[in-house]
């Protein structure tokens, strides 16, 4: 009898692949087990085994395997099962779920470059032969390659050292650098030195009658320190002072205070000693119990709650439940809202329980929270985690809780799998045959209809925790103020004395302007031409400083050109404005204030988005300018007014969910605004006051949003009243990408008539040198979802088999919402 197993190869193969094992390799082998494997004339790779079985391949003669690499296995069958629904569901390769779910050091290959890790002293005794050898090529030469170890071992099987090395933490897989765990330092102040004996202190006082607000702020100083006999944040300052931190700053510039600062660990449980949940208000408790109750008899529930309804503390309860009967709970959230602030809150609650998973980590922080996880350990019971984290190994998982699940960064866009972590996620939910929570202020219309259809359960929370008031939300007619020149730059008369009066009172603002950059276009006033991407079809946009034009689609920049690369004129003038341009005029409308930008290009690395928030939050900053960033589910208590710049631009937005998005966003930013006793206040520029969105926006009213955009998907035929699959051609040549678009749609014409759109260049039809061309097929209800995307395999293959289209990449996008 012969013995083979499938496997599951980290590359784009269409089937899995037969190997040859012996009889014992086959008593021992489990699926989910790896192994590695010789593939095609010189690569091997880390397989991963699907199936054991006696049955040799047709077509080909199998390969023997090099090694078995595992004990045990290290991917459940509950996950390989989870796999194959997300590559049939989203149309790709098991082979690239794989690349997706396993972090890197998990999947060895011929390619994978290695290098030593310093931050481990290994000694020599430690190491077995094999071992010994790789270790000292490593001191000679910093990184290799694994085709590289397998020459100078001269031998083809060397994952299984390699592993042996990783496991032993003597190296590492390369991969991108993150900045590494940075402390936490909270800033505090002190009297100056000069200050400390009585008679200098009474001479200062006296010197500082004249400057009233300062010598508060001294005083404040004494009765804090007075008080708690413990050293005074400056952030604790500025509150009790009622000040600004500018003031502070004059104060520590002038040397009458002195600043110096202490590390604070952010994670503060110890051992058992956990604080104890909130006791919830009754709209809470209300809330709890109808999602219980909603659980006997629906698998997922909704929970639609305004923004600062205290929707955590209510996930809190359900996790504590899970605990009780020592489940696993998965908690989902969109990258950016993965803070330190909610990873504390979590922690303080359910201490090392709570693991984190995060795109910025590391793959060894990764194998880490794989391994707990799998081995259901005590340290993973609840897992804190972006996207990624629903393709974690889970053994007993009996909650899943999607938070702001209207986010559109649940879907990848790229590279395969194209998946929507909310939708994935609900189907493992159902593998382990356990409930789903989605909870948002701003239900996608997706979610939301699926409730009122009764597939989901609903329950509705309208009450802001401690009857806190919802925003007092004004709409400010930039066009008139432009007619009456109330404007300064950007800035509406309206928005400047609101932002006067929450400086005065020693409040903080944010700005929201939904573009990076200074600003979009750079346009010659005499001829017209506006300087473009060499290899995108798109503008630049002016980078002001940096002085720079960049293509935010490829990451192409040079220097601003002095004059008119078309007509030599010197007179170039900017359209449209951005971040950059926001922050430099609120810096110059208040010069005694602390201005911040909080947008991709401040808010790279690992902490990139900790630092400015912990800056906001220990008010070192008093006006925040950012994009949508700054939407995402942050407290900050100090926060009064928020400034909406320019609502236009989201509404004009070429995309049928342009409305809907605009709704979220605008809504989530009012959110920030005052979420403790006083009333928050936002005001919302806009050319166009009566757009129907901003009157939702300003009423509060998601309802009457929902109807109409569902009336408006029903007539254009859009989710989620039609479910839609994108596809996507690029190739450099244009006319190739021209004729190929052609040939498909008409293709898929022929089976689904009206239900094709396109082919259709889209906005920017040139991206990195591709030319792009998308066809979008609409799938009605009653037509089946498997049926249809079969008929679309079949054309793409025949597609695929005419020798001028090979060269054609196809990109299939499920759902591509
Ligand atoms: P949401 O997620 O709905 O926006 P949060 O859960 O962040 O709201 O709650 C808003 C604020 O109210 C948080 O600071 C939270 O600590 C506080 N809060 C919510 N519920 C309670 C409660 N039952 N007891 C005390 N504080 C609460
Ligand atoms: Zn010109
Ligand atoms: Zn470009």
Known sequence: MNYFINVILPIPLEKSFTYAITKAEANFLKPGIRVSVPFGKTKIYTALVIDIHNNAPLTYEAKDIHQILDEVPIVTQKQLEHWKWIASYYMCTLGDVMRAALPSAFILESETIISKNDATIISDADLRDDEFVIYEALHHQSSLKVQDLMSILDKKNVLPVIKRLLDKNAISVQEEIYEKYKPKLVRYVKLGTSYTSEDALQVLLSDLSRAPKQRDVVMTLFSISAQTKKPVKVSDLTSESGTSSAIVKALINKGILEEYHIQTDRVTYEGDDNEDSKRLNEYQEKALNKINESFDNQNITLLHGVTSSGKTEIYVKLIEDQLKVKKQVLYLLPEIALTTQLVERLQNYFGEKV??????????????????????????????????????????????????????????????????????????????????????????????????????????????????????????????????????????????????????????????????????????????????????DVSLTFHQYKNQLRCHYCGYNTVMPKTCDACGSVELDSKGFGTEQVEQEAKLLFPEHNVARMDLDTTRGKYGYEKIITALEQGEIDILVGTQMLTKGLDFRNVKLVGIMNADNMLNFPDFRAHERSYQLMAQVSGRAGRTEERGKVLIQTYNPYHKILQQVSTNNYVQMFEEQLDE??????????????????????????????????????????????????????????????????????????????????????????????????ILNVDNY
């Open 713 to 810: 998907r029903h007539i254009y035929k859009y989710p989620p009243i039609y479910r839609m699959i994108k596809i996507t051609l690029k190739h450099k040549d244009y006319n190739r990408v021209n004729i190929g678009a052609d040939w498909y749609s008409k293709s898929l014409r022929t089976v689904f008539s009206q239900y094709v759109l396109g082919p259709e260049f889209p906005p920017v039809a040139r991206i990195r040198n591709q030319y792009l061309k998308h066809i979008l097929v609409k799938i009605p209800q009653k037509q089946s979802l498997a049926k249809t995307k079969e008929a679309i395999i079949k054309i793409n293959n025949s597609f695929l088999s005419v020798k001028d289209f090979r060269a054609i990449r196809v």
């Open 355 to 536: 693991a984190v998973f995060h795109s910025k980590y590391s793959s060894h922080e990764r194998v880490e929270v794989w391994n707990n996880v799998l081995s259901n350990s005590s340290t993973a019971q609840v897992v804190l985690g972006a996207r990624s984290s629903v393709l974690l190994p889970f053994q007993n998982l009996g909650l899943i809780i999607v938070d702001e699940e209207h986010e559109s960064s649940y879907k990848q866009f790229d590279p395969a799998p194209r998946y929507h972590a909310r939708d994935t996620a609900i189907v493992l939910a159902s593998i382990f045959q356990c409930k789903t929570v989605l909870g948002s202020a701003t239900p996608s219309l997706e979610s939301y209809y699926n409730a009122k259809q009764s597939k989901y359960g609903l329950v509705e929370l309208n009450h802001r925790y401690n009857n806190v008031l919802m925003p007092d939300i004004e709409l400010v007619d930039i066009k008139d103020k432009h007619k009456r020149k109330r404007m300064r730059g950007h800035f509406s008369d309206r928005l400047i004395e609101e932002m006067t009066e929450t400086l005065k009172n020693g409040h903080q603002i944010i700005l929201f302007q939904n573009r990076r950059g200074f600003s979009p276009i750079v346009e010659c006033h005499t001829c017209g031409h506006s300087p473009q991407c060499p290899n995108c």
